[in-house]
C-alpha cells in the first residue's frame, strides 16, 4: 500500500549555517558596534542578548533573514518573551522540531474530513498517512500545503 509521512524537521547544519552568518553580521554592523549585544545558543534554542529591544528586535530580523536565506522557513522558529533587567535584554528563540500532538490531531481531522479513501495515523512526532491510491495520496499533500497549520510540513518517506 501506497504511503507518506508528514513531519516537521530543521536541518541541523543549516540552521548551524544561518546562526553563524548571523554572528558574523552582527559583529559588522556600524549600528552593534561597541554594544554587547550577541547571540548564544544551546541546540535548538538561540538567545538574544542585547541592551534594549529594540536591538533584540533588529537581532530577531538578521537571524530570521539568515534562515530564510538558507532555506529554513521561519515559521518552525517561536520567539519567547523578553526578559529585560538593567543591564540587559534575553529573548530565547525555539526552532521547533517534530510534530506535537495537537497538531497531529488537526492533521489526521483535516485528511479525515477531505473524504479521500485514505487513512492517517500519528506515529510519534510525524503522521503516516496511507492509501490505496497514489493519486489520493497526492491529493492529501496538495492539501495539507495549503493548510494554515502555522508549522512547516515536509513529506518524506513516500512509497508506491
Do not use: W
Not at 530570521?64 to 538593567?86: F, H, L, T, W, Y
Not at 492517517?120 to 489520493?136: C, N, P
Not at 494554515?148 to 515536509?154: C, D, K, S, V
Amino acid at each position: 500500500m501506497p504511503s507518506f509521512d508528514a513531519v516537521s524537521e530543521v536541518d541541523k547544519h543549516e540552521l548551524t549555517n544561518a546562526y553563524d552568518q548571523a554572528v558574523r553580521e552582527l559583529g559588522t554592523r556600524f549600528d552593534f558596534k561597541g554594544t554587547k549585544a550577541r547571540f548564544e545558543r544551546t541546540d535548538n534554542v538561540i538567545t538574544l542578548v542585547a541592551e534594549s529591544e529594540f536591538q533584540l528586535r533588529q537581532m530577531l530580523e538578521i537571524l530570521q533573514g539568515k534562515c530564510a536565506k538558507r532555506g529554513i522557513d521561519i515559521d518552525c522558529m517561536e520567539a519567547g518573551e523578553v526578559s529585560s533587567n538593567v543591564a540587559e535584554s534575553r529573548q530565547p528563540i525555539t526552532v521547533r522540531e517534530g510534530i506535537d500532538k495537537d497538531l497531529a490531531r488537526r492533521i489526521v481531522k483535516l485528511v479525515k474530513d477531505s473524504k479521500l479513501k485514505v487513512q492517517a495515523q500519528m506515529q510519534q512526532d510525524q503522521v503516516r498517512v496511507t492509501g490505496k491510491s497514489r493519486d489520493d495520496l497526492q491529493q492529501v499533500i496538495a492539501m495539507l500545503k495549503q493548510a494554515e497549520l502555522g508549522y512547516p510540513l515536509q513529506f518524506t518517506n513516500f512509497r508506491d
